[in-house]
């Protein structure tokens, strides 16, 4: 309760973050255990308790430490973390091992607290530790969340993802929190989060900030947080040395892999002139870097040098990519279509499809996810063919497409038909003959009707 009171937490927020203490005695919780006649297994797998390295028996695992309950998307206790009281012991923080129920990448501390906020505020706060989450609830920050002691992963992004598309990270401004910051910056890009960086003054954490400047100031801070990429370059500023030639190369090779998630092509070329710019280098020496950069990341999709894949399958594909805002129209109608499921492309429509339904944007990494290597290089091609991106910026064109292969492919598909029709007939077949005839007999109703 000292402890608490000197990190400025109130008996009220203890008990809503239920906050606890494990007995520095070490067995209490065993000795509850034994005597519920729980079975061995089961303690072990629990994560509670842990054998004697020497003797038969157990001893707790959190003990002598604040205890921090940490519960799943729906609220359920799954896990704990625990931090020390004395300076002596170490580690400072201990989380539960990973069990059936607790799986560290998939678990983000308060989500079940702050999703709602997320959704009304319409971002979410990125912080790195327990404290700082109950600091900056203190403070009115309900939106705040941390990774359970693991670098952030791509499932707890996306947890994030299904309630906003925007967040702030505040990690500590150590050499430990910037490092974090870079890589979490990264996974959310894969996702296409609008990242934004708050890295507070004096070297304080979000909880201290709290303490020293009040719940305002860091309200006031939040929402002034800049985008990610300001952050990042003054990162590269500090890693190489940009007053030299080749500092100013390897800053931009750091700066690069960040600039060419960004989705939309007309942001990736301002961030471009920003890039320049910021290190003193030609436009267009950075935009052919680009391009370079582009091309080898291509070249590890690529499975043959050239797809099968039509012009009007290629421009259908290049609108999805190149219209958000029409895509989920096209893809409405697309889903009532049989025609493209006969389609070299077909797999690509497929994972187009899959990742709208999972409500996430249509982008190279999420669709490409859900390929094999042939597709994925036929992605490709029509990601790298300027002449498509040309073609593909008019929603009526992607319409017009939609209607043609369809029509193209019901052609196709009603002579194939009719051929195995007059195969079977000539084989004296008549049964297959008579099915495939019904077969036709349905097609022709259907696009009639």
């Known amino acids: 309760r000292e402890y608490l009171e000197r990190r400025g937490i109130s008996k009220n927020l203890a008990q809503e973050f239920g906050l606890g203490y494990a007995h520095a005695g070490g067995q209490e919780l065993t000795r509850i255990f034994e005597k519920q006649r729980v079975e061995a297994a089961m303690l072990e797998a629990s994560g509670l308790v842990k054998p004697r390295q020497s003797g038969a028996g157990y001893y707790d695992t959190f003990r002598g430490r604040l205890t921090f309950p940490i519960h799943n998307e729906s ?30 990448r998939t678990v983000l501390y308060n989500f079940h607290r702050a999703r709602e906020t997320m959704r009304k505020r319409g971002r979410a706060v990125l912080v790195e530790g327990y404290m700082d989450v109950i600091g900056a609830w203190a403070a009115g920050v309900h939106e705040a969340v941390a990774s359970c002691g693991t670098s952030l992963g ?18 500590d ?6 490092n974090a910051t870079e890589k979490s910056i990264q996974v959310m890009l894969d996702e296409s989060f609008d990242v934004r960086v708050l890295q507070l003054e004096d070297g304080l954490d979000p909880d201290e900030y709290v303490q020293e400047r009040g719940a305002d100031a860091y309200l006031e801070a939040i929402d002034k947080a800049r985008g ?29 892999p960040s600039v060419q998630k960004v989705p939309s ?15 003193g280098l030609e436009r267009s020496m950075v935009l052919d870097e680009f391009k370079a950069s582009a091309m080898r990341r291509a070249s590890d999709h690529l499975a043959a040098p050239a797809s099968n894949a039509g012009h009007l399958e290629r421009l259908l594909i290049g609108c999805l990519l190149n219209q958000p805002e029409a895509s ?14 006969r389609l070299p492309t077909a797999p690509i429509f497929d994972a187009m499809l899959k990742v709208s339904r999972a409500g996430e944007s249509l982008r190279f990494s999420s669709i490409e996810a859900r390929l094999d290597e042939n597709a994925k290089s036929m992605l490709t091609e029509v990601l790298l063919d300027e002449e498509i991106y040309k073609e593909s910026q008019n929603r009526d064109q992607a319409i017009a497409c939609l209607q043609k292969l369809d029509l193209i492919q019901f052609s196709e598909f009603r002579r194939e038909l009719k051929r195995r029709i007059r195969e079977a007939e000539l084989s004296g077949d008549l049964d297959t003959a008579l099915t495939l005839a019904r077969q036709l007999a349905q097609l022709d109703a259907g696009q009639t009707g």
């Open 328 to 341: 989920a129209e096209i893809l409405g109608i697309l889903s009532q279509l049989d025609g493209w499921k």
């Open 265 to 279: 092509r007309l942001r990736r070329a301002a961030l471009a002139d920003e890039v320049a710019s910021y290190l």
């Open 154 to 171: 791509s499932e707890q992004v996306r947890s994030i993802k299904r309630h906003t598309d925007i967040v702030v990270v505040n990690f």
């Open 228 to 256: 990610y990429f300001l952050w990042l370059a003054d990162r590269a500023q500090k890693k190489f040395d940009t007053n030299t030639a080749p500092g100013r190369v390897k800053a931009l090779e750091f700066l690069l």
């Open 173 to 178: 401004p150590d050499r430990a929190g910037e």
């Open 75 to 104: 609220g359920k206790l799954v896990a704990f973390g625990g931090r020390v009281l004395s300076s002596d012991d170490q580690p400072k923080y201990l989380n539960s091992p990973e069990t059936e129920i607790y799986k560290k």
